[in-house]
């Protein structure tokens, strides 16, 4: 079964999205969501495209490039965010201005950062869904770094579809991709010659998920598929601890766990 099939049979088995959804697509440059961008265009959703350029030098000149070569392709509309515009600074200074305070990784500032300004923006543009590129690889090493840092219950919303509480203020997200192998990414992003950026982010070096990734790269697709299946076995388990209700944050208004959001606690370190 090829990637556009396994799609195909996730989005029905799991009814991801239906044809009068808006789905913004999560388009960093990479393969995986360019990947998801290009199957759900040909699958016939319908789409537009998010980029945020964090403004890390010629690496960010490179991904919006093929992500608007991409859109121009699929003759699909794109919304380009300007970090530095919007922010001031680049994600880099935004990081390491915060990380002089906090001892955090490099990819857990951003990472926050940018799920925040993709729920907000996606909301302000009237999307029904946010789409991102999330694949078996990803999915199987949150498992197993959840499990790692004994924080399990952080897996319970996990899935092909988001399992938050609804609220009108949280965007639900869709990984297309939840069941498809990184090396199959790869292989058929390079077979439709798709333009994609395939080098790392230059900031991603100090991730404890790249020290999860190299193991993974010993595992076989079937081993990955296991682990994804016995996360299956115990999601009702977790899903019945899960936070009963969505808090909107003191400082932002933003959906967030807590009273105050993962980004403005970030934000509050910077002053």
């Known amino acids: 079964m090829n990637p556009q099939q396994k799609v195909k049979q996730t989005i029905r088995k799991y ?6 959804d808006k789905v913004l697509v999560a388009l960093s440059g990479g393969k995986d969501s360019t990947l998801v961008g290009y199957l759900l265009y040909k699958l016939g959703y319908r789409i537009e495209g998010f980029h945020i350029n964090l403004r890390l030098g010629n690496y960010s000149i490179k991904c919006e490039k093929v992500v608007r070569k991409l859109c121009e392709d699929l003759g699909i509309k794109l919304h380009v965010y300007d970090f530095k515009k919007e922010h001031g600074s ?29 729920n907000k923006e996606a909301r ?8 991102t590129g999330h694949h078996l690889d ?3 090493q949150t498992f197993l ?6 924080a399990l219950q952080l897996s319970s919303n996990t899935g092909p579809i988001t399992k938050n509480i609804p609220d ?18 790869r292989k058929f992003t390079k077979m439709k010659k798709l333009p994609v950026i ?6 991603a ?12 790269e010993k595992l076989s697709n079937k081993d990955k598929n296991n682990i994804i299946k016995n996360f299956e076995k115990i999601l009702p388990l977790l899903e019945k601890n899960k936070i009963s209700k969505i808090n909107y944050c003191e400082m932002c208004g933003e959906p967030s766990r807590k009273k105050i959001c993962k980004r403005c606690e970030l934000l509050k370190l910077k002053n």
């Open 124 to 131: 302000k543009l009237k999307a029904s869904k946010i789409a």
């Open 15 to 20: 009814k991801l999205i239906n044809k009068s």
């Open 198 to 203: 395939y080098e790392k982010c230059p900031c």
């Open 138 to 140: 990803d999915e199987s």
């Open 168 to 185: 009108k203020k949280f965007i639900p997200r869709i990984k297309p991709l939840f069941y498809i192998p990184e090396n199959e990414i």
């Open 90 to 118: 680049s994600m880099c200074f935004h990081r390491i201005t915060i990380q002089s305070k906090k001892s955090l990784k490099n990819c857990a500032v951003c990472g926050v950062i940018k799920k925040y300004i993709l």
């Open 205 to 216: 070096f100090d991730s404890y998920r790249l020290q999860v990734r190299k193991f993974f």
């Open 145 to 150: 770094l959840n499990i790692l840092k004994g």
